[in-house]
T-cell receptor, first 110, second 111 residues
Framework: EDQVTQSPEALRLQEGESSSLNCSYT??????LFWYRQDPGKGPEFLFT???AGEEKEKERLKATLTKKESFLHITAPKPEDSATYLC???????????FGQGTTLQVKP | DSGVTQTPKHLITATGQRVTLRCSPRSGDLSVYWYQQSLDQGLQFLIQYYNGEERAKGNILERFSAQQFPDLHSELNLSSLELGDSALYFC??????????FGPGTRLTVL
């Protein structure tokens, strides 16, 4: 059964303190791994798609990487506005359905 | 703004009732997905439609049904509502099974 596990559940950082979020996955035939950002009461906002091991994507202070078993979302010099829940999801098979992890809630203090 | 719209934003109803949630996908997207998000279950896939046809089903209850219309908008129907159905319901759309873009959601409260 396809499964996604994210760690840590919660992360508190000081502004400027870089860190990484982990997403471990078990899937038969990965078609894509997705990172989303979700603010309270809002819909998930698409960040990145990674398709194969070794791939990396960057956007502002965020960088996502992928291996055969896990993905990392690196946050460099975070700001308070980066505070949100970060969701990881995978798709497999011949449909586009996403299997989500439980998310990592990031709080960045000024 | 993802380009996906959902109505209504909030819905408060009583147990046993039936409600309809509506979703309009991004322009050009043929796939529509429905997800349920509750505090204890996280984001759970319910059902996918592609160009009017059901494409995939998740753990969707028999009391729930959906359809996609010729203009590509979709509706999720929830009937015989129970307290446990209270959740955020999201619609997402995509093109050619690439990244899914989510709408703002409908918050359903069953009293």
């Amino acid at each position: 059964e396809d499964q996604v596990t994210q760690s840590p559940e919660a992360l508190r950082l000081q502004e400027g303190e870089s860190s990484s979020l982990n997403c471990s996955y078990t899937v038969s035939g990965l078609r894509g791994l997705f990172w989303y950002r979700q603010d309270p009461g809002k819909g998930p906002e698409f960040l990145f798609t990674l398709y194969s091991a070794g791939e990396e994507k960057e956007k502002e202070r965020l960088k996502a990487t992928l291996t055969k078993k896990e993905s990392f979302l690196h946050i460099t010099a975070p700001k308070p506005e980066d505070s949100a829940t970060y969701l990881c999801a995978v798709s497999s098979g011949n449909t586009g359905k996403l299997i989500f992890g439980q998310g990592t809630t990031l709080q960045v203090k000024p | 703004d993802s380009g996906v719209t959902q109505t209504p934003k909030h819905l408060i109803t009583a147990t046993g009732q039936r409600v309809t949630l509506r979703c309009s996908p991004r322009s050009g997207d043929l796939s529509v997905y429905w997800y349920q998000q509750s505090l204890d279950q996280g984001l759970q896939f319910l059902i996918q439609y592609y160009n009017g046809e059901e494409r995939a089903k998740g753990n969707i209850l028999e009391r729930f049904s959906a359809q996609q219309f010729p203009d590509l908008h979709s509706e999720l129907n929830l009937s015989s509502l129970e307290l446990g159905d209270s959740a955020l319901y999201f619609c997402a759309s995509s093109s050619a099974e690439r990244a899914q873009y989510f709408g703002p959601g409908t918050r359903l409260t069953v009293l």
